[in-house]
């Protein structure tokens, strides 16, 4: 059981929005920067958004991200079919003083 | 361009051990923690444990302290992680990713490496 929440899957048709939920606790996302990961099996996982709503370089900006509370959101525009991987969110979590990641979620473009 | 890539992973029987490498290119590895993290099969990305650039400071997840042990050569720009007392809940790919301290983010990830534990 993850202590970061997030929703197993999530689908769309190409060129549509789609929105990633991420809800931790107070010692997690509450009081640390969140990133997001994009992972499709078999590969390395590669880094989307840090500091809660950062891209790094060469990240397209169809990226974003966004911190309220204890949750956060990543949200991907003009959806394409090589989006279609596995998205993590991460932070610390300052009482277990460890990393930790949510569930992932699957995203499928239609 | 950063580079890591990841060895040393294969079939172990329960109790085993194994030494995985990972071998960094691109960046001045001394300067940047770094971290093996792990993907069960069917399972979701589960941090394993981490190290300072100088090797001095070292942190495990719970569920493998006193059975995996992190470590560099920062000469070699080579980071590695033995792990020993394997167990069956050990099995999955194994990825070396580097740490940008800051933001506590793994701003870049090998390809992973398979451990296999099974009789």
């Known amino acids: 059981q993850s202590l970061l929440t997030q929703p197993p899957s999530v689908s769309a048709a190409p060129g549509q929005k789609v929105t990633f939920s991420c809800s931790g606790s107070?010692?997690?996302?509450?009081?640390?920067?969140v990133s997001w990961y994009q992972h499709l099996p078999g590969t390395a996982p590669k880094l989307l958004i840090y500091e809660n709503n950062k891209r790094p370089s060469g990240i397209p900006d169809r990226f974003s991200g966004s911190k309220s509370g204890t949750s956060a959101t990543l949200g991907i525009t003009g959806l394409q079919t090589g989006d279609e991987a596995d998205y993590y969110c991460g932070t610390w979590d300052s009482s277990l003083t460890t990393v930790v990641f949510g569930g992932g979620t699957k995203l499928t473009v239609l | 361009e950063v580079q890591l890539v990841e060895s040393g992973g294969g079939l172990v029987q329960p109790g085993g051990s194994l030494r995985l490498s990972c071998a960094a290119s691109?960046?001045?590895?001394?300067?940047?923690?770094m971290s093996w993290v792990r993907q069960a099969p069917g399972k979701g990305l589960e941090w394993v444990a981490n190290?300072?650039?100088?090797?001095?400071?070292?942190n495990f997840v719970d569920s493998v302290k006193g059975r995996f042990t992190i470590s560099r050569d920062n000469a070699r720009k080579s980071l590695y992680l033995q792990v020993d007392s394997l167990r069956a809940e050990d099995t999955a790919v194994y990825y070396c990713a580097r740490i940008e301290y800051s933001s506590r983010s793994f701003d870049h990830w090998g390809q992973g490496t398979l451990v296999t534990v099974s009789s």
């Open positions: 107070s010692s997690n996302i509450g009081s640390n920067d």
């Open positions: 691109g960046f001045t590895f001394s300067r940047y923690w």
């Open positions: 190290i300072k650039g100088d090797g001095n400071e070292r």
